[in-house]
């Protein structure tokens, strides 16, 4: 007994010793630490690329999708005063600005941004934008022919969709975004009505992009709201989509571009630019132009795949992204939730 | 020895020996089982311990100018309400039994039942609830399919705590049912005897299922948890979420209250300690065995229908993600591991203290289990992120406690005990006084009471606790987002946050790797375990 | 000696709301076997317990040797440094060790351990566990752990409950002799009239937890004033016990 007791001490040692102190004994300035809110898939051979080709060890730290938990946006927030993360590679540019309110994030003008659109950064420099998603329709080629193709984001309210069209709950992720450009495009009373026919047209509810994407795929709806990286994922699975690029004609397609933030008293903020000057090479653009992502270069003259529409080829809808944050934190303690409410 | 007269007539050899010997001060046992100043502050320390890392957020509260109770979040907590009943009733109705003819009976399948009542375990709600539409599509919408989803996940705990209620019952008791009234009889008395542990188990983890957002999202269906979910990922109002959560908390400590009451002091009779030998197993015959199976059948079709689900696109067309699968599930083994069992035991030291601290007592099993209704219901979210700003605060030498794995065990550890506590109450209550009072009288110290008599009787129940608690644990994705430290990601946060735009086959792929990982080690420490008991 | 033994002062011990011994006082010399007899519920064990250390009286004093072992709310001198070997009604062996180690765990060496299963008939039983022994053999195992530590007192709280009357008597003969050979003091608590003629000498009545009656044996015997003792003068004619006229009795 008394030998087993031993054993047990011991055993407790070890492994006190492994999740307390030799997790730490490695840490140092050859590292940096990126929290993203990019999926797994596409950021991970990003960061392993990177560590390859310096030698700094990436620490990652992938999000999970909004409505699954409260996030890496939150866990950055609550670490202000002593942040455990170097950089924050954001899917989109409303949670790079949500961090630059709240006093998380720090200015950095990379040289490596040159040749990216201005457009699609923050003018004070605390988050820039490159390679992007863009917010698309898809539709169900065995429930919609290509003749009767979706062409616009209204078409969702078309009656001749009915019931058969669905969107992903707009308080989270890219289509609150979305929700809060199209409040930003069309203006306030326009875009409450669209949100209220898609209501009254039996729209669905899904809970998330990746939702829309299988209930389109799987044909239990005919037509529905995701973003690019959704949609060519559901492509290669073989599904029977197509991806339309919306109001080619009109307001214009929501581009999202990524947007690389350093955070502010971050451990290694060297490390952290090194690692924001490696995502805004064109390399870079060109490694997530040719992944599953099929992210869209925001630089002209980035080679892409065959699949992957340029930049050149969309009419981008013209909305300024510093300042949707604050339309969304409006619209979420709004309208929205309370379209949301009566959605479910 | 000293030679005494006595009153009546002449000597007589008496022995007295000195009143204080000159032994060395042992440390009675008799604190175990005698009214103690270190209880209530043992136990408060315990509860507090749990909620400290809330207080950030909990103070953030009170200043906070959004209104918690309107329309939409009552309708929202009446649905959790709902739900959460459905969920105990369904998982008691089904639990109860299937324990009871674990404990009781051999009939064909039965190890194989054992095995697989531990699987909805390993997976959080919401990849059980995405498996389910994956079968059967929109038809399961609404209060019903997250009920359905929940019994599955609680009806484990109900089943191990009817089981482990059931090996408690001495063979001269079931004997004795049996003469009277042949198995009807031996069945109603097990049941009787499991149904309040039984019944605790499945409010509890009802009590663990109210702060989970999942199912509810998959089904349309707005939750209490889904409305903090939305507090803190959408509006970022960390105040307002905790203001909901304790709205939550307060409102399902109520409710709970008459369950707390009535379980809690019979959470175990006591056994006569002369009664200790155990039963053996029979063979369940005619229309038993034939009920038995059935009900297992069902049960084993309810666990294995959403894993199916989840994990056919992986069969259908998707081999090539195997590799994939593997390297993740390797990438993250240790951590995984590590997790689990850190938790694991954590969370057995600590409710086996609570229980100790606990001890007889009907009043303060009342408010250990009311108090523990009210920490399982609390979103993880409160205390991580709480936690994160303690840690934000303090200097950075405290990095390797607080920000490592350690914590992470530690977190996860103080979120599960609770259920751990709920096993060692039961398990405490069940060693007989009379134990405790021989080896005071006879000259027992704690210690060596502790490690040759109470250790090994808590034993069974620790170990269950631990696996119980270890699988809890994996499935909090919530707290291993927040807290796992940069690099350090267990395998199921790696199949979550993968599977946002991860082809179907390779988030199937994980979920089987995953599932069947985990059930090959568990069948070998069953085997393990029955090995050496026999 | 005067003042050898326990003496129970004024003690009165309550469940909750429910008051079990109401002022009990009471000498309990060395070398007097007395055995405690009353209904189901009147305190016979509570007082057992109370003398053993394992709880404390609400209020009054309990005294050992002349000196305080209990006070209100307080155990002054710790069961274990009482000298006292206790058969507990359920036994209390613990199951998961074998008899010897059941016998040894506390203050007994081996030798003395194993001395004491000899003592009770059980040697051979020396590595077999509780679950695995009859009901006689594991009275006979409770037995030589109470005496394994050469205790001053023996306390026998309803040993033989459920026991066959040839394994009682069995029992009971063993128990007389070990008290005569090793010096015991027993402290009876029984139903049984049979192991009252057989181990006491001194007869205490408890009735809803006062003391109603107490005497020695054969004085109880000759003028009964309890139903306790009515009934055990009743069961001493049947057996055609002479004792209830004066003769002597157990105490040698």
Redesign the interface.
């Known amino acids: 007994?008394n030998r087993l007791?031993l054993i047990g001490v011991a055993a407790l040692v070890v492994?006190?010793a492994?999740?307390?102190?030799w997790?730490?004994s490695g840490r140092g300035a050859g590292e940096v630490?990126v929290?993203t809110s990019v999926?797994?898939?596409?950021a991970r051979p990003i960061a392993e690329a990177f560590q390859k080709e310096t030698g700094v060890t990436v620490?990652?730290?992938?999000?999970?999708?909004?409505?699954?938990?409260?996030?890496?946006?939150?866990?950055l927030?609550?670490?202000?005063?002593?942040?455990?993360?170097d950089v924050f590679w954001s899917g989109d540019p409303v949670r790079a600005e949500?961090l630059k309110k709240q006093g998380v994030a720090k200015p950095y003008r990379s040289q490596q941004a040159e040749g990216l659109p201005p457009e699609f950064s923050d003018t004070e420099g605390y988050w820039t934008g490159f390679s992007a998603r863009a917010r698309v329709l898809i539709y169900n080629t065995n429930s919609i022919a290509a003749v009767d193709a979706p062409r616009s984001v209204m078409d969702l309210t078309d009656p001749r969709f009915q019931g058969r069209a669905c969107i992903a709950?707009p308080?989270?992720g890219t289509t609150?975004m979305h929700a809060a450009a199209l409040f930003a495009a069309l203006g306030e009373q326009d875009a409450r009505r669209f949100f209220e026919d898609f209501l009254a047209n039996d729209g669905q509810?899904a809970?998330?992009?990746?939702d829309v994407r299988?209930l389109v795929a799987?044909g239990?709806c005919a037509l529905g709201v995701t973003d690019t990286?959704?949609a060519n994922?559901a492509r290669?699975?073989?599904k029977p989509v197509e991806i339309v690029y919306p109001d080619a004609e009109g307001m214009g397609t929501l581009i999202i571009p990524n947007a690389a933030v350093l955070i502010a008293n971050g451990p290694n903020p060297d490390r952290g630019k090194q690692f924001i000057d490696y995502l805004l090479r064109p390399q870079t653009e060109q490694a997530l132009a040719e992944s599953?992502?099929a992210q869209i270069p925001l630089r002209g003259g980035v080679l892409s795949p065959e699949g992957v529409v340029t930049l050149e080829r969309i009419h981008p809808m013209d909305v300024e992204y510093t300042t949707l944050a604050d339309r969304l934190?409006m619209l979420?303690?709004g309208f929205l939730?309370d379209w949301v409410?009566r959605a479910? | 020895?000293i030679v005494?007269g006595?009153?009546?007539n002449g000597t007589?050899?008496?022995?007295?020996?000195p009143?204080?010997?000159k032994e060395k001060q042992?440390v009675?046992p008799?604190i175990l089982?005698?009214p103690g100043f270190w209880r209530w502050p043992t136990i408060s320390a315990l509860f507090l311990l749990t909620l400290v890392p809330a207080l950030p957020l909990l103070t953030e509260a009170s200043g906070t100018a959004?209104t918690v109770a309107g329309n939409?979040f009552a309708a929202a907590l009446g649905n959790t309400l709902v739900v959460a009943a459905m969920a105990t009733i369904t998982a008691f109705a089904f639990g109860l039994p299937i324990g009871v003819a674990l404990s009781v009976y051999e009939f064909p399948g039965r190890r194989f039942l054992g095995s697989a009542l531990v699987l909805p375990l390993l997976l959080p709600p919401?990849l059980l609830a995405l498996g389910w539409t994956m079968l059967l599509?929109?038809s399961l919408a609404g209060p019903f399919g997250a009920a359905l989803v929940f019994s599955v996940w609680i009806m484990p705990l109900v089943a191990f705590a009817a089981y482990a209620a059931g090996k408690g019952l001495s063979a001269t008791a079931i004997e004795a049912a049996r003469l009277a009234g042949g198995e009807r009889r031996v069945v109603i008395l097990m049941a009787r005897y499991a149904s309040v542990p039984g019944l605790a188990a499945a409010g509890l983890g009802a009590a663990l299922s109210i702060s989970d957002?999942?199912p509810g999202?998959?089904f349309?269906?707005?939750t209490a948890a889904s409305e903090i979910?939305?507090s803190?990922?959408?509006?970022?109002d960390?105040g307002l979420a905790a203001r909901q959560s304790l709205l939550v908390a307060v409102v399902i400590v109520f409710v709970a209250a008459p369950l707390a009451w009535f379980t809690a002091p019979r959470m175990a009779r006591a056994l006569?300690?002369?009664?200790?030998?155990?039963s053996h197993r029979r063979c369940a015959r005619g229309l038993l065995s034939l009920a038995t199976f059935g009900l297992g059948f069902l049960i084993v079709t309810a666990v294995l229908l959403p894993i199916l689900g989840l994990t056919f696109p992986a069969t259908s067309?998707g081999a090539e993600w195997f590799p994939r699968a593997l390297s993740e599930a390797a990438r993250t083994a240790g951590n995984t591991v590590?997790y689990a069992?850190?938790a694991g035991?954590i969370a057995v030291f600590l409710g086996f203290v609570l229980a100790l601290a606990v001890g007889r007592d009907a009043g303060r099993q009342r408010f250990v289990i009311a108090a523990c209704f009210f920490v399982l219901c609390l979103p993880p979210?409160l205390l991580?992120?709480g936690l994160?700003?303690i840690?934000?605060?303090v200097p950075?030498w405290t990095?390797?406690?607080f920000?490592?794995?350690?914590a992470?065990?530690l977190v996860l550890g103080l979120r599960v005990f609770p259920i751990a506590a709920v096993l060692a109450l039961r398990s405490w209550a069940s060693a007989?006084p009379?134990?405790t009072?021989?080896?005071?009288?006879?000259?027992?110290s704690l210690p060596?009471y502790a490690?040759?008599?109470l250790v090994?009787?808590l034993l069974p129940a620790a170990t269950a606790a631990f696996m119980l608690c270890g699988l809890l644990a994996l499935a909090d994705?919530?707290t291993a987002?927040?807290l796992?430290?940069?690099?350090?990601?267990s395998f199921p946060?790696?199949i979550?946050?993968?599977?946002?735009?991860?082809?179907?086959?390779?988030v199937a792929w994980l979920a089987l790797v995953y599932v069947g990982t985990a059930a090959i080690f568990l069948l070998g420490a069953s085997r393990l375990v029955e090995g050496r008991r026999t | 000696?005067k003042g050898?033994g326990f003496e129970l002062r004024a003690i009165s011990k309550s469940y909750g709301k429910q008051a079990i011994l109401s002022d009990i006082s009471l000498e309990l010399?060395?070398?007097?076997h007395t055995a405690l007899l009353g209904p189901s519920g009147c305190g016979k064990s509570t007082i057992l317990?109370l003398l053993?250390?394992?709880?404390?009286p609400d209020s009054g004093e309990i005294r050992?040797?002349g000196?305080i072992a209990s006070a209100a709310m307080r155990?002054v001198?710790?069961?274990?440094?009482?000298?006292?070997?206790?058969v507990?009604?359920?036994?209390?062996?613990?199951?998961?060790?074998v008899a010897l180690?059941n016998v040894r765990?506390?203050?007994?060496t081996e030798k003395a351990a194993r001395e004491a299963l000899a003592l009770c008939g059980i040697e051979a039983l020396a590595q077999r566990?509780?679950?695995e022994l009859s009901?006689g053999q594991?009275q006979r195992v409770a037995l030589a752990?109470?005496i394994a530590?050469?205790?001053?007192f023996l306390f026998l709280d309803e040993p033989f409950t459920?026991l066959d009357w040839t394994t009682k008597s069995a029992l009971l003969d063993m128990i007389s002799r070990l008290a005569r050979e090793?010096?015991?003091?027993i402290i009876l608590v029984s139903h049984d009239p049979a192991e009252v003629l057989a181990l006491g000498s001194y007869v205490v009545v408890l009735e809803q937890g006062r003391i109603t009656e107490a005497g020695a044996l054969a004085e109880v015997l000759e003028a009964p004033k309890s139903d306790a003792t009515r009934h055990l003068r009743t069961y001493a004619i049947g057996l055609g016990d002479t004792r209830y006229k004066g003769a002597e009795n157990a105490?040698?």
């Open positions: 007994m007791l492994i006190l492994l999740t307390v102190w997790p730490w630490v929290y999926d797994d898939v596409f620490r990652l730290v992938p999000d999970t999708e909004e409505t699954k938990s409260t996030g890496l946006v939150n866990r927030i609550a670490e202000k005063n002593r942040p455990q993360a949500i709950n308080l989270f609150s509810l809970s998330s992009n990746g299988r799987d239990r990286d959704d994922v290669m699975e073989g599953a992502a934190e979420s303690r939730k409410d479910r | 020895m005494l006595n009153q009546d007589r050899n008496v022995k007295v020996w009143i204080r010997r042992l009675s008799l089982e005698l959004a939409v919401f599509g929109p957002p999942g999202q998959v349309g269906l707005p979910l939305t803190f990922a959408a509006l970022n960390f006569m300690a002369r009664e200790v030998r155990q067309n590590l069992s850190g035991l979210a991580n992120l994160i700003r840690t934000a605060a950075a990095d390797p406690i920000r490592s794995q350690f992470m065990c007989a009379s134990w009072h021989a080896a005071a009288l006879h000259g027992v060596v490690r040759r008599i090994p009787h994705i919530g987002l927040l796992h430290p940069p690099g350090a990601a946060l790696a979550f946050t993968v599977m946002a735009n991860a082809p179907e086959a390779l | 000696m050898d010399p060395c070398g007097r317990r053993a250390g394992i709880e404390a050992l040797h000196a155990i001198i710790a069961p274990h440094q009482r000298t006292i070997g206790m507990f009604q359920d036994l209390a062996l613990w199951p998961n060790l180690d765990l506390g203050r007994a566990r509780p679950g009901g594991q752990r109470a530590a050469e205790p001053s459920g090793l010096g015991l003091t105490e040698t």
